[in-house]
């Protein structure tokens, strides 16, 4: 258990002090956090609504950040390239987010022009209109990837890697709120990029 835990800390570590150096990444993953809370309860009351909001809003904002907002350049806090980053990267580093957001974009698309191909997976009640059938959809391929990037970690750095990971990212919106509660702050006082002072000094 121990080693577990060290390792799920490594991994929130790693995350935080390597990819998360923008007030913007790190205010729009406060977004991401806190409706993830909302699909999480969603799932309770209606599977379908909580794949549509975790996919319209939560991975939308949380990806925007990474794409879009945070540094590409060399990171003179940890001393490391971005294509350093990119080859560690435990979860889904750019190139496989880009994989992952494809199969996303191509779930509407069958939904309207080949519902069938969709339905076969879902149960009948989920996919009674285009709209719920997407949100099926979505949420069978957000369990998909998690799961298809557990075996990839499993086969590459060991069983207790892919589990530790799996509990990061189901655990992140409690965590990314703890740990970006203040971003949103920092961006009205004009601070862009997070000094890292923390992980400076480790």
Known sequence: MNDFLQTLRTQRWDDHRYYHH??????????????????????????????LIAWLVSMTTRQAGHFFYEPKGYDEVNKATHEYKEEIKVGYNLKRKVVLLSLCALVPILAWSAPSVLAVALPTAWGDTPLRLIGGAWLLLGAAGLLFRVLQLWMSQGLMAGVAWATKIITDPFHDIWLYHKAPLHLLRGELIDPMDHARAS
């Open 22 to 51: 923008s007030r913007i990444n790190q205010s729009l993953h406060l977004v991401s956090a806190i409706s993830f809370l909302v699909a999480y309860a969603w799932l309770l009351i209606d599977p379908v609504v909580s794949g």
